[in-house]
């Protein structure tokens, strides 16, 4: 059974950092790319970023380069989003999603709130 389960959500203020995890289990997790997805409230999902399998190939969507920044670790199958500068738009649920070919697998969200 596949499961992704997220962590590290909360509150926090504008330039402040926070550190979402996702560890998964029930399946092969180094043969799959893994990403970080946001949806505020009102709009549509959108992806924030994805790793290659391996982790040698990172993309972020532009609103966040250089401030968040993902990796992996494949030994303790688990991806983590560090964000760093943040700012009330980045509020969002924040969900980890896997993918191989056209196999996916969403986890269930961390709410991520950023105000003063």
């Known amino acids: 059974q596949v499961q992704l389960v997220e962590s590290g959500g909360g509150l926090v203020q504008p330039g402040g950092s926070l550190r979402l995890s996702c560890t998964a289990s029930?399946?092969?997790?180094?043969?799959?790319?893994m990403s970080w997805y946001r949806q505020a409230p009102g709009k549509e999902r959108e992806l924030v970023a994805t790793i290659t399998s391996a982790g040698g190939i990172t993309n972020y969507v532009s609103s966040v380069k250089d401030r968040f920044t993902i990796s992996r670790d494949n030994a303790k199958n688990t991806v983590y989003l560090q964000m760093n500068s943040l700012k009330p738009e980045d509020t969002a649920v924040y969900y980890c999603h896997a993918r191989r070919g056209s196999v996916r697998s969403w986890g269930q969200g961390t709410q991520v709130t950023v105000s003063s």
């Open positions: 029930g399946f092969v997790f180094n043969n799959y790319a």
